[in-house]
């Protein structure tokens, strides 16, 4: 198992930026595909962005063209760097990891324990 650390939420205006970390230890971080994901106050939790081992992305509609999911190996750590920032970005967010893709964008590998982002109007 992994044990995963979101960091780097904050309070921003509508169309600034914010850039997320999920820093990873336990295995061996390379093999890991990494999900973002989020959950606002009383809706369910949905898939952001994704980054297979080998680099592949996926990326939810609504965050298309403003987001960026990568990764640096070395440093053992996945991001999501988020632009032109929207009041309905605004969520708890949450990264997943797993070895295989598919668990990853089904929301079944390990979980971190969120980090708060809120946009204002």
């Known amino acids: 198992q992994v044990q995963l650390v979101e960091s780097g939420g904050g309070l921003v205006q509508a169309g600034g930026s914010l850039r997320l970390s999920c820093a990873a230890a336990?295995?061996?971080?390379?093999?890991?595909?990494i999900g973002w994901y989020r959950q606002a106050p009383g809706k369910q939790r949905e898939l952001v962005a994704a980054i297979s081992s080998y680099g592949g992305t996926n990326y939810a509609d609504a965050v298309k063209g403003r987001f960026t999911i990568s990764r640096d190996n070395a440093k053992n750590t996945a991001y999501l760097q988020m632009n032109s920032l929207k009041p309905e970005d605004t969520a708890v967010y949450y990264c997943?990891?797993?070895?295989?893709?598919?668990?990853?964008?089904?929301?079944?590998?390990?979980w971190g324990q969120g980090t708060q982002v809120t946009v204002s109007s």
């Open positions: 997943n990891a797993d070895p295989s893709f598919g668990m990853v964008l089904k929301g079944l590998g390990s």
């Open positions: 336990g295995s061996t971080f390379s093999l890991n595909a």
